[in-house]
């Protein structure tokens, strides 16, 4: 075997190689690219195929077939033959197990034909990984193992598919030689699984009855299966077209970049998604709607005579408009909506549920916005395409949601535009990735709702009342002082003479927020709605005290952007657990320790503290009027209340 493999060292040999070594390199620089996923139930035999694939197009070196070779009596699954899965399946993990965990990509090519292939995993589980690999993928190998037919992973990952608009599925219908190669097999799971594809959108794909170990009907036709007269899976995979109508749909180019070398020159960067664009073409930047021309389309190469889908280049105006980084720059005579509303398929692919009302950040294309998202219309249970009623959604689900922007964006819908259709959301305190979404259409109300210009001002009803209007936000656990706190700062600031109002937990339930309950996605609903009369009040003109347990930093957050810069103070009443209990003011925690109050801020529902508040108050050591002075001289000599 390692001398077969020596023969097979390096990349496919070809005989251009030794007639003409230049034409060989243009054409391999010149190959076509084929983005797949591998999908399907757990041990259907993914990484078995791609390592065959690799083993195939001769792409496996020396080193790497002797350290195959050793895995495979040491770990492998075929009683010390070759295990080709041992190819893909890196982690530690995934040899023990034998399964796969992450998404693994790996590279190869054919004299046809470059390859770059994800091998994503089966478990439910790992959902959101194998919606990643197929993110960016042109055509999915759905494997199914002939001995269990369809399966829920099979129609769960046939619907991901479909969903992300993958136009190319391939039914590869693997272990054929496990069951003797039975055409009855065969015919029975293909027309299982066509009635069920025709449900979920997927009306035209392939089928191959195929054994992924042995090779057969990998890269050619296997005797073994005399019925099948359809091309062997290298064969499809080299001819699967590639090249889409990109080129003839309108232009479209997210800017990522404004590019000013020096006083005389002005180009905006980016790689164009869609379109053809040609100096004289008349542009429209969006969403500002302004128009210009194109003057120039520079490359590091030089200039060029047109540009298309796919290039990444510089283009200069014959007019000055202001164009930023996320700008969407499209042919003017058809560009693309804008909106701050939207309905949208979002996967959840965090560990912390998504809960409606919470801030998030949304990225498409090179623009980032504030997004929130509405309780789900539905989410979709994919084993059995049910639509289901949901409060939020958990780690790996996927629903129909609503989206509100804190800014318009141009967008395409996603079946029309993956770059200005698909994004993603990001917690906005850490950082991570929580979820990708696809965009349907914005919503009606997003274009028939317009702002109302006003003439009296912010500015105006704040120098009426002598004082600039703010925010006093105080936080902390149920019987930390909050209300009496905040009770004596706004009699202090009365008798200075200040316009103020006090919002108060209990209070604002018995109006405003009375339908609310207490679970998470109520209490983000409830700081929202808080955050946002809050902010109205200072618009007014006064000084707004805000005593809210407010647990979650992410909605303190957002209170705080919905503020002008200076106009929001944080105060954390910093009372521990212990001490708040032992108070117990309204015998609320007895009640929680008794189970008789679920989801209590500290006994069953998480607070979490403030990281850089602008005041602190330690009620240990602090009585309640001391703490009103101390804030009161704060915020007096602090903060600038002239206008």
Not at 167 to 183: E, F, P, T, Y
Not at 243 to 254: A, G, H, I, N, V
Not at 291 to 306: A, C, H, K, M, P
Not at 360 to 376: D, F, N
Request: hydrophobic share 40%; with cysteine.
């Amino acid at each position: 075997m390692t001398a077969q493999a020596s023969s097979q060292a390096g990349a496919h040999q070809s005989s251009l190689i030794a007639e003409d070594i230049d034409a060989y390199l243009h054409a391999h620089e010149h190959k076509s690219l084929l983005r797949f996923i591998t999908c399907g139930s757990v041990d259907d035999g993914k990484s078995t195929l791609i390592g065959r694939l690799l083993y195939d197009s001769k792409m496996i070196l020396d080193d790497q077939m002797a350290a195959l070779e050793a895995d495979s009596k040491r770990v492998g699954t075929q009683g010390g033959d070759i295990d080709f899965a041992l190819l893909v399946d890196g982690l530690a993990a995934e040899r023990e197990q034998g399964i796969t965990i992450d998404v693994a990509y790996r590279f190869f090519s054919t004299d046809k034909r470059k390859f770059i292939v994800a091998d994503t995993p089966g478990h439910e589980q790992y959902t959101r990984n194998m919606v990643t690999g197929a993110s960016t993928a042109d055509a999915a190998v759905i494997l199914i193992d002939a001995r269990r037919g369809v399966l829920t992973q099979t129609r769960r990952h046939s619907y991901l598919v479909s969903l992300l608009g993958i136009r190319h599925v391939i039914l590869a219908i693997n272990k054929m030689d496990l069951v003797g190669w039975s055409q009855e097999t065969y015919d029975t799971i293909l027309a299982e699984y066509r009635a069920f594809a025709a449900q979920i959108g997927i009306t035209d794909f392939t089928a191959i009855p195929m054994s992924a170990l042995k090779g057969d009907n990998i890269t050619e036709h296997s005797d073994a299966a005399p019925w099948y007269d359809g091309p062997p899976l290298m064969a499809l995979l080299e001819s699967l077209p590639v090249e889409d109508d990109l080129q003839s749909r309108p232009f479209r180019m997210p800017v990522q970049w404004v590019n000013r070398p020096n006083l005389d020159f002005r180009g905006f960067s980016g790689l164009i998604s869609t379109g053809v664009i040609k100096p004289g073409d008349r542009i429209k930047a969006l969403p500002s709607g302004r128009e210009s021309t194109i003057e120039r389309i520079v490359t590091f190469n030089g200039d060029l005579d047109q540009a298309v889908a796919g290039q990444s280049v510089t283009l200069t105006l014959t007019t000055e408009i202001d164009i930023s980084r996320g700008d969407v720059i499209s042919v003017a005579a058809s560009p693309p909506p804008v909106a701050d509303q939207f309905e949208a398929t979002i996967v959840w692919m965090d560990d912390e549920a998504m809960l409606p009302g919470r801030p998030y950040l949304l990225k498409i294309g090179t623009r980032t916005v504030g997004a929130s998202i509405t309780e789900p219309k539905y989410k979709v249970n994919v084993n059995t395409m049910e639509h289901l009623a949901a409060k939020r959604l958990e780690l790996n689900e996927i629903g129909v949601c609503n989206l509100s922007l804190d800014a318009p964006i141009a967008f395409d819908p996603y079946k029309d535009n993956r770059d200005l259709g698909g994004f993603i959301l990001i917690d906005r305190i850490s950082n991570r990735t929580v979820a990708a979404g696809m965009i349907h259409f914005a919503l009606r109300r997003s274009q028939n709702v317009h702002w109302q210009a006003l003439d009296v001002d912010k500015a105006a009803r704040a120098a009426l009342k002598g004082q600039r209007g703010r925010v006093v936000w105080l936080t902390g656990l149920s019987g930390s002082g909050k209300s009496t706190i905040a009770n004596l700062v706004e009699k202090k600031l009365h008798a200075n003479g200040r316009h103020t109002y006090l919002l108060d937990g209990d209070n604002v339930r018995h109006g405003l927020n009375k339908d609310l309950g207490f679970t998470d996605e109520d209490r983000v609903e409830n700081i929202r709605r808080v955050a946002e009369v809050a902010k109205l009040m200072v618009d007014a003109g006064l000084i707004v005290l805000v005593s809210f347990i407010s647990p979650f930093r992410a909605e303190r957050r957002l209170a705080r952007d919905l503020q002008a810069k200076g106009d929001f103070v944080e105060v954390f009443i910093d009372t521990p657990l212990a001490v708040a209990e032992a108070r117990d003011v309204k015998g609320l925690y007895k009640k929680a320790r008794a189970g008789e109050l679920k989801n209590f801020t500290g006994i069953d529902s998480p607070y979490e503290e403030p990281e850089a508040p602008e005041i602190r108050i330690d009620t240990t050591k602090t009585s309640p009027t001391e703490a009103a002075e101390q804030i009161t001289a704060w915020l007096e000599g602090e903060l600038d209340y002239s206008i």
